[in-house]
């Protein structure tokens, strides 16, 4: 089986950086993956907003510095050795608040709703990684433009979604992005 990513594959998104440490293809049911996290940075800063994953559960463990993070309703901190699992279906995100680097390692595991290690949770990442290095992205936010983004998510595996009104308003984005020529993979010739 042949992921979107393998281990030692670097997925670079604004002031975070993710290195996989282990595929499912070692471990059976899960991807590990140390992200480190700027300052001020993190999922929900100019970014993604605060998202679910429908099928696996995904946890958390703070390796050096602090976090605040969103678990549901939930609103708390984190620092070293907490962790925080999050099961499918949860809304969560999380920044870094301190004033140094955050380091977090993240397991992805799968089992629930039919996701099995073969439906790769990184299509949306690994596209939008790519449009960064190109330079491919919104002076106003530093990220791919909106309606790029909910054609990857809505013509991929639905692995991970946006939460709360982007949400909602998701899918006309993702029409009207596909009818100004927004491709789900950008990179496949197939488009």
Known sequence: MGYLVERGSILRLGKETMEVTSTPAETGDRYTVRMTVDPGGGPGVR???PHIHDGFTEAFTVVSGAMRYRHGREISEAGRGDRIEVPP???HGFRNIG?????VDVEIVF???GQTPETDPFPLGVTVARLME???ISRLTGYPPILQLAV???DTPRATREAG???LVMPLLAWLGRRLGYKSDPY???N
């Open 99 to 103: 004033g140094d680097e955050l380091a």
């Open 47 to 49: 970014g993604f907003g």
């Open 111 to 113: 089992g629930v709703d």
């Open 165 to 167: 009104v982007p949400g």
């Open 134 to 136: 190109e330079g491919r």
């Open 188 to 190: 496949s010739a197939n």
């Open 152 to 154: 990857v998510e809505y």
């Open 89 to 91: 279906g949860e809304v």
